[in-house]
């Protein structure tokens, strides 16, 4: 963790209550979606606001290979059972997860989708909530180039795997070839620069106070020429989040780093509607429709807001607020 960046441990005992949560980049299709840490992370957190930043489901690598595991449909079912507890779960689309895009400004019981959003947190800060492959040049200007890199991204993913492995049996913690190669070569610090400053430039644009995004799988919070940027991370490697507190406050959770994860903590979760892959219990809320209808946000001009509970009623010109 860089000096600078502001931690939060989380407590075995008892859950973490805050205001919002951003995740990121889950990949959702792939072999190292890590969703069993990321189903303890979720144990442990209540909030108001989740959002998805973007390439939770990975279109792309399913068209490829078709891979789909239990526990994913036990996080789907987990997050669909917090928004039924009152949790407003905003679905940002990425590159991977484009074909969600045909159902953007829709909203299913209280989850809704969007491109993008602005964020209003409890001290009246503006955050745009992109994933943030709108900065990244390959997406617009060579899509097969950017499949080839993603391929190749899993290759090394794959090649961790086994050499990980190996570290764990001679007593070494966690190594990622990928974080390396992004840190030492230069091309890459180079790309992650100007990734960073055109989404701060994107976040000034909008007059917001900062930027919180995905996509780069590289967890960061710094101040650009006064925009904060905000990256929560990805769940294949890093396993890390962005909190709100009541009063405001953004950190970053390092779920690899927390003594949750290194405890191996499994069950024994705060949510009694929790069940285990193949379990079909707590699969719906009491008291609830059984079929809740999907029903059209209000439309407007504007861009999706969240958070400013003191914000009147949607109009055109103030776009969506929830």
Known sequence: MKAGQQALELNLDEPLVCRS??????HLGTRHARVEELLDFLRLVDCKYLYLVGDFIDGWELKFRWFWRDDYNVLIQKLLR???????VIYISGNHDEFIEQFMGVKFGNVTIARQAVHTTADGKKFLVIHGHQADGLTHFNHLLE??????????LDFNL??????????FGYWSLAAFLKFKAKSAVKFVTEYEGTLASMARSHQADGVICGHI?????KTIDGVQYLNCGDWVESCTALIEDFDGKI??????????????????????????????????ASGGRRHPGRELAPTGAGILRVG???????T???????
């Open 21 to 26: 949560v951003w995740i990121s980049d889950i």
């Open 82 to 88: 917090k928004s039924r507890k009152q949790t407003q």
């Open 147 to 156: 499949k080839l890199g993603s391929h190749l991204y899993n290759w090394i």
């Open 162 to 171: 086994y050499f990980n492995r190996l570290r764990r049996m001679l007593g």
């Open 217 to 221: 799988h590289r967890a960061e919070t």
């Open 251 to 284: 950190r970053l959770v390092h779920f690899h780093e927390n003594d949750v994860l290194r405890a191996g903590r499994r069950p024994g979760s705060h949510d009694s509607g929790d069940c285990r892959p193949g379990d079909g219990r707590g699969s719906r």
């Open 308 to 314: 400013d509970e003191a914000a009147r009623p949607a």
């Open 316 to 322: 055109a010109d103030a776009g969506v607020q929830i």
